[in-house]
């Protein structure tokens, strides 16, 4: 739905807390830890951000430290590292012995708003009444998407078995910003599906992009088209279906290379992973570099043809709005937030995205010059929001929620 907002005075705020208990201990760049350091700096740059975590060691709510304030950074992050949220030994025993000794934290400063764009955990969701009493404020939760509820099966059980706690947690806040209108919908669906009252208001504020990295010109043109897949190898994203694909194409003759970059998914990305070394063992040219940094990631998209992104659901979908950032033609599903990404053009969208249609569309953009230039040129033609954007987005609506307290 458009972002509309009642009047309201544009009161700045004196001190907005941001929780990114998880973020600020792990240096992975997975879509939602991206997600999270970008509202950080982009917030920080318009109001006095606070940040602070959930200590489960103290059992309390806290400032971060410096180690922690660095994982914010880009210094701090590692394309490599794993997604999952890791404690020093030093921050763990300093925390079990403030608790043992009953030492009083230092108390949390008093704010105007918080924001948690985390999915957090079930420790933070106990916690939260705690950082609620120092919020006179607006308190706000990013909402990415219900993908674990929707597609269970290529989910992790402990995701799945986690959400609708989680989606039942969400109505404790003042307001929800839904990434995509598709995530919205869901949100709202399974409240109304499980008869959650009150309801705070959910809105739809898309996300923002990182402004490109210039990229050298290339020394040579690539001797072969280059197909790149940017995302995260695990079940949902349908790897398995492109490879099956590609194979399809070298089976018929068609000359092209199959790039692939992103972490694999220890549990749903290892069919992908076994496909992967076997067309690589049968001399075919697919290349797979696993996670990346930015500066790869841009020489990627510069080296590319076109782009395809075959995810079957998704909350956003950054790759292909990246994709298109770049000038590059993408190919991705034509339904829910992918197909919301597509809309201004500059991808040939499919429906369904399996194995043959796949094939098909990466044929068309293959054999079919006017088809990728058309693309191409309607890639090269439209404008993107900055990060700046969705920061003043937030804040603004955050100015006009009504306080449920």
């Not at 990415?144 to 078995?161: G, R």
């Not at 398995?240 to 089976?251: F, G, H, K, M, P």
């Not at 990305?269 to 940094?293: C, I, M, N, S, T």
Request: proline content about 9%; aromatic content about 6%.
């Amino acid at each position: 739905m458009p972002l509309t907002f009642r009047a309201h005075p544009a009161l700045p705020l004196r001190v907005l807390l941001l929780d990114l208990t998880h973020t600020s201990h792990t240096r992975a760049r997975t879509g939602v830890q991206r997600v999270c350091r970008e509202v950080h700096r982009a917030l920080a740059r318009k109001e006095p951000v606070t940040t602070v975590t959930h200590d489960p060691f103290r059992r309390a709510w806290r400032l971060l430290n410096r180690a922690e304030q660095v994982t914010l950074s880009p210094a701090g992050t590692d394309s490599a590292a794993a997604r999952g949220a890791r404690w020093p030994q030093a921050t763990r025993w300093r925390g079990r012995l403030q608790r043992w000794l009953r030492l009083t934290p230092a108390p949390l400063p008093s704010a105007d708003a918080l924001v948690v764009p985390e999915i957090f955990s079930p420790t933070v969701a106990d916690a939260l009444p705690g950082i609620f009493a120092h919020v006179t404020g607006p308190r706000v939760a990013v909402f990415h998407d219900a993908i674990a509820l929707q597609l269970p099966a290529l989910t992790p059980p402990k995701s799945v078995a986690r959400f609708p706690a989680y989606l039942r947690e969400l109505s404790l806040f003042d307001g929800i910003a839904a990434v995509s209108d598709a995530s919205r919908e869901a949100l709202l669906g399974y409240w109304q599906e499980w008869e959650i009252s009150p309801q705070p208001p959910v809105v739809t504020i898309p996300l923002g992009l990182t402004p490109r990295l210039a990229t050298p010109p290339a020394a040579t043109s690539p001797i072969m088209p280059v197909v790149l897949c940017v995302g995260t190898l695990e079940g949902r994203k349908n790897h398995v279906a492109l490879l099956e694909a590609a194979q399809t194409l070298w089976d018929e003759g068609l000359v092209f290379s199959l790039h692939l970059i992103g972490m694999a998914h220890p549990q749903t990305g290892r069919a992908a992973l076994e496909r992967v070394a076997k067309l690589q063992a049968a001399g075919h040219p697919l290349r797979y570099d696993g996670p990346v940094d930015d500066a790869a990631l841009a020489r990627a998209y510069a080296e590319a043809t076109f782009t395809v992104y075959p995810s079957l659901l998704e909350g956003f979908g950054l790759p292909v709005l990246e994709s298109l950032q770049y000038g590059k033609p993408c190919l991705c599903s034509s339904q829910g937030a992918l197909g919301e990404s597509a809309r201004e053009g500059g991808c040939l969208t499919l429906d369904p995205v399996d194995a043959p249609s796949l094939a098909a569309a990466i044929r068309r953009l293959l054999t079919e010059p006017a088809t990728l230039t058309t693309l191409t040129m309607a890639a090269q033609s439209r404008t993107f929001r900055t990060w700046d954007d969705y920061a003043a987005d937030l804040l603004h609506w955050m100015k006009t929620l009504p306080i449920s307290r």
